[in-house]
């Protein structure tokens, strides 16, 4: 294939239709009309010798062989949105960098207000995308350039990926105040009582109580299992549940006076919430920047 041939904007057209999923909104999006996207998706069409996207009820789903392209696709945009900025003469307050981090609802919730009030003074045009994946895509989001940065805890990294502490952390248990046990001091015993609500993006989310209790040979009774922190508070009005959170977090949840949150009933060590980033990024600029807007922010913390 003779690259001169191909109009490389079309990659930018095809990343655009995958996050999208949707032609009107992928034009609108790369500031095309709708009549120009559906020609540009012909040429795509063309271009890999496959549908790409097929029309479905609303919306437009990729074929096999668009979600082989789209993560190879993502990366080449990156590298080329890299060679195109220069650090050279970065200024935050003229920049219209766009960056791509890694945070959980939970250290979002905390962090990424205090993050957003400083770009806004310091950075009105730069742009973040935040998405929330498991430690181990993490790394490999990092390695592979798809992300800038990552605030999360404890990752087993390779000498590639740097890491600074943010703020130190401890998991409490969190229940409604108008639980049996809300002015009770809380034992092993009636912690093992009551049944549990469990948040688990990944493996590691349980270690700070169900590895613990395995190895004293005990077991809680996890009645339900959800993805996201954010829907511990509300879950819990009303129910006899019980909840291990971040201590920071469970800070906020106490704010309104309808949860309750106690110390563990057993030896629960602090941890460190870190950020992460790869060392191609050791002398950038425009990184560092940021990275000390993301640590004077969470200093506060």
Known sequence: MNLRSIDLNLLVIFDALMSERHVTRAARRVAMSQPAMSNALSRLRHIFKDELFVRTAGRMEPTPRALELGASV????????????????????TSDREFHAR???????LALPRIMQQLRSQAPQMTLNIVHTPPD???????SDELDFALSMELDHSKSIRSAPLFEDQMCCVMCADHPLAGSNLTMARFLRYRHMRVAMSPTDIRFVDHVLVQSGK????ALTVPHWLLVPRTLIGTDLLAVVSGKLAHEFTAAGRIV???LPFDSAPFKWQIYWHRRYDKSTAHAWLRQVVL???SAL
């Open 296 to 298: 004077s922010a969470c």
């Open 103 to 109: 945070l959980s609802d939970l250290v979002s919730y």
């Open 219 to 222: 077991r809680r009774h996890v």
């Open 137 to 143: 895509e993490t790394l490999k989001a990092l390695e």
């Open 261 to 263: 949150a106690k110390p």
């Open 74 to 93: 993502q990366q080449i945009l990156r590298q080329a949105e890299r060679l195109m900025a220069t650090d050279v003469a970065f200024d935050p307050q």
